[in-house]
């Protein structure tokens, strides 16, 4: 799988900008007003260009042209003003860092700024720099992008956790794009297994057996119709000293997607290997939290499996009993997400954690309300509301709450059983996936559950430039790292 490894990067804050000459392949620039870009590289050739296209300074518009050098440097511009949104500004930052094959030096200035606007785009250009490692694939002609350097005319705006988020994302990136034959869940946990080694995690695996003996029937009901080495993985990062109160992650690792024996049909059925994307997620979040050095015990639990087809795969109207002792009645064996989330939860509260935040791709009815661009958000607590929000914006992954109103809890009522798995109606499908989840909580810990709606978003989204977005893994650092917050 390929690695990340970020492209040096140095600050000459103290160079003339218009003075450049290194033959960089690609220079990236925001600027406020037209005018700006005389005080840029190869500025009469910009400004020119820009009035010959209709080009305004309008916050948002963007433009990219050629130099006139031997080296066909790219040339890319973006306006900008003091009221853009962090969102905002890594879509532009996306759009100004498209470098052609072949670059190996960039360059990224903001001609004309200063203060805390000039800190924030080039916080953004630095961030979509990162985004664009590159990621696992399979085509023997295809030419690898090969930055390895980045000037940055400006102050230094780089810092840990933007490189340890980038790390994170590109981790969670990487292993969700790895077709079902490369990552099953055998391989899947092998992968994690080395990871751990490399990262100084504990690391335990609690295969079908084990769980068969903790009682963990929801989980084993998925799992009844494979035998490629599904189970629960259990990492933990320890600091030095300890001075908050642990946390667990949890991430949904369905290495593939059938739907059971409620068959999905072919075009949904494609791209169903992305559907272990929320553990890849916790996955990248934790490696981000250990790259920083967190004062406090992150457990991370990661439900890998596949839900496939067979002679013994579970049935609707099945009826299973969950590690805690609650029993369900099967109504869709494609809800298989809630299934396995339920016991990994279950299993991930016995340690007492202060907070749990659960990361999964789970119901198409929150890719219905929100779209792509989003994620939906859904906590115990409802004074966080704002919290999340903010983390969203602040980080450019953005999220939106919903409700968890016990009035809905009636539509999963059972005559057989202690709780329905979900309804064949699907309304409000993921407001009943998260208040199915919450009955598996023990000792009361804040809960934050991700419905990650916004994994997948066809051109990119925020800094990131491929369809597979990485989402949560920003959104949970501009949560977690947040200094106000004493959980």
Known sequence: MTAFTAPRVRYLKTVPLKRVTTPYGHIAMM???LEDLSQAPFGDVLVRRAKARGITARPGAWFTTEAPNPAGTTLAVGFVDDAMAPFALLELGRKLTQFKKGTTKAALATPGLNGDAQRKSLHALISCMYARAPLPHFQEDRETEA???????????????LRAGARGNHLARALSVLPGNYLNPGLYVKRIKELAAESGWRFRFLDEKRLGALGAGAFLAVTRAEAVGSGIVHLRYTPARATKRPIALVGKGICFDTGGV???????????HEDMGGSAVALGTLLALTELKVPYIVDCYLAIAENTIGPRSYRPNDVVRAANGTTIEIVHTDAEGRMVLADTLSLACRTRPALVIDYATLTGACISALGTRMTGVFTNRPALFTRLIEAGHNSGERVWPFPLEDDYDVELKSDIADVKQCTLEGEADHILAALFLRRF???DPIWIHLDLSAARHKGGLGTIPTDTTGFGVQFSLALLLDSAWKW
């Open 31 to 33: 600027v406020r007003r």
């Open 147 to 161: 930055l390895t350097a980045i000037d940055v005319y400006g102050p230094n705006t780089d810092n840990a956790s």
């Open 262 to 272: 409620s068959l999905k049909p072919a075009r949904h059925m494609y791209g169903m």
């Open 441 to 443: 909580l023990q000792h």
